[in-house]
């Protein structure tokens, strides 16, 4: 998505630019949702996507939060369109320029010198730029090799996330959290969901997906590991593909749910086909920028827990950024990439600390008396509803 929003803005620019995926084929959502923000609509618009115009996905009026024996027990207006992956990206893709975008190109090593940058692919073919956008994702190969000690850790907690079909689910919880940006808050853990477009990208009511996400505290060597031991035995790092998942850690999420969700919540868990498990995890680097020829943007730069729900937003920030601050210095790319660095180094760290905050209440281990205090001021429902997936408290 970073490197859709930057081919976008950069071509804007007058820059020549082409895209390298490391994957073969066409690319499909993770079956998740995506939280909007104002500034991502006014950066499509920026890239010829008029999102006024274009449905980017459904509007929800408000929040709503759920006890245990399925009473509401709090509500907040707050207006947001919610999205997916999948129609984000097919809206980038369409108006790419033939022939920019190759797939089927894995980045092996990048050799920068004052002529330019030189990145080798593992098909044994080279490409020579005067820039090169390192928006390979939370693993980056390019960060890897540029910023060797930089590495995502482990917050101690996991999210559980899957997606149910609308009308799979009971008239009664259709009404309730079907239309709204709704949560169930056990002690120490944290379910929300919200309405998504179907399959086929319908935003019609009855035609649409209820996307969850699910926090539980996860200590890396016991619970997780258990959670990442697949069909066949092997214990994966940090993720799992969904089809490996055992049959028994599934009939244990699913008993889990009818225990301590509320009882609409305790049904989207039930009625969810494929439920997939997120390890959360923080990553921040010191530096954008590297040898004034490469510049890292989107996951590749600074991940943030999911409650600032900031990942595409801050994505296209980056590339925002970073194409104005190099068409500002146009006869001087090292100064375009220290103006960009500066405001985004920032940005980046700001909403990381932000998410890190809002998360303390589910990690496995709260270590120090600024986290209890943490964990007790971001865990009750009105500063649940009030601070979660809103960019109001990101502090710079
Ligand atoms: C296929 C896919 C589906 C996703 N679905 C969801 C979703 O449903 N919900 C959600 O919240 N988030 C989803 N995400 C994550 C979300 O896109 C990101 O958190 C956010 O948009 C920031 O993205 P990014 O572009 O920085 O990194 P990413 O989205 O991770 O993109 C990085 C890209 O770089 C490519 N890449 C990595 N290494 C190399 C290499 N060595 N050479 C060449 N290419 C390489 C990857 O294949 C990927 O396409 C998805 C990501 C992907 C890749």
Redesign the pocket.
């Known amino acids: 998505?970073?490197?859709l929003f930057a081919a976008h803005l950069l071509l804007k620019e007058g820059w020549a630019v082409r895209i390298?995926?490391?994957?073969n084929s066409e690319?499909?959502?993770?079956?998740?949702?995506?939280v909007t923000h104002p500034e991502l609509f006014d950066i499509l618009d920026e890239c010829g996507i008029d999102s006024r115009a274009i449905k980017i996905g459904v509007p929800v009026a408000g929040r709503r939060v759920f006890a245990n024996d399925g009473e509401m027990i709090g509500e907040l207006p707050l207006a947001q369109v919610l999205t997916?992956?999948?129609r984000l990206y097919r809206l980038l893709w369409d108006l790419l320029p033939a022939g920019i975008y190759h797939h089927g190109?894995?980045?092996?090593h990048v050799h920068t010198d004052s002529a330019g940058v030189t990145v080798a692919?593992s098909n044994g073919e080279e490409v020579s730029a005067d820039l090169l956008v390192g928006?390979?994702?939370?693993?980056?190969?390019?960060r890897k090799q540029l910023l060797p000690d930089v590495m995502p850790t482990y917050a101690g907690y996991i999210a559980w996330r899957g997606l149910v079909d609308e009308r799979d689910l009971s008239p009664k919880t259709r009404a309730d959290i079907c239309d709204y940006f709704a949560f169930s808050l056990p002690p120490g853990e944290q379910m929300l969901g919200y309405p998504v477009a179907g399959a086929d990208e319908a935003t019609e009511p009855g035609s649409r997906r209820f996307n969850f996400v699910w926090y539980r505290p996860a200590p890396r060597d016991t619970v997780l590991k258990e959670l990442l031991t697949d069909t066949e035995g092997a214990t994966h790092e940090l993720s799992i593909p969904p089809h490996l998942i055992r049959p028994p850690v599934l009939k244990a999420v699913r008993e889990d749910a009818i225990d301590v969700l509320s009882p609409q919540f305790a049904e989207v868990v039930t009625k969810t086909k494929q439920p997939l498990i997120q390890a959360i995890l923080d990553l921040e680097t010191p530096q954008m920028v590297v040898n004034n020829r490469v510049a890292l943007?989107?996951?590749?730069a600074f991940?943030a827990r999911?409650h600032v729900g900031m990942?595409?937003t801050?994505?296209a920030g980056d590339a925002h950024v970073l194409a104005k601050s190099l068409a500002a210095e146009s006869d001087d790319i090292g100064q375009g990439l220290k103006t960009f660095a500066t405001q985004r180094l920032a940005f980046g760290r700001a909403v990381v600390q932000r998410a890190r905050h809002l998360g303390v209440y589910m990690q496995a281990q709260i270590a120090t008396d600024e986290e209890r205090k943490l964990a007790e001021i971001h865990r009750r429902p009105d500063r649940v509803m009030a601070e979660t997936a809103v960019t109001a408290g990101i502090v710079i």
Not at 20 to 23: K, L
């Open positions: 998505m970073a490197g390298y995926e490391r994957v690319m499909a959502g993770r079956g998740a949702g995506i997916s992956w999948g190109y894995n980045v092996e692919f928006a390979d994702g939370i693993f980056s190969t390019i943007i989107g996951d590749a991940v999911p990942g595409v801050k994505a």
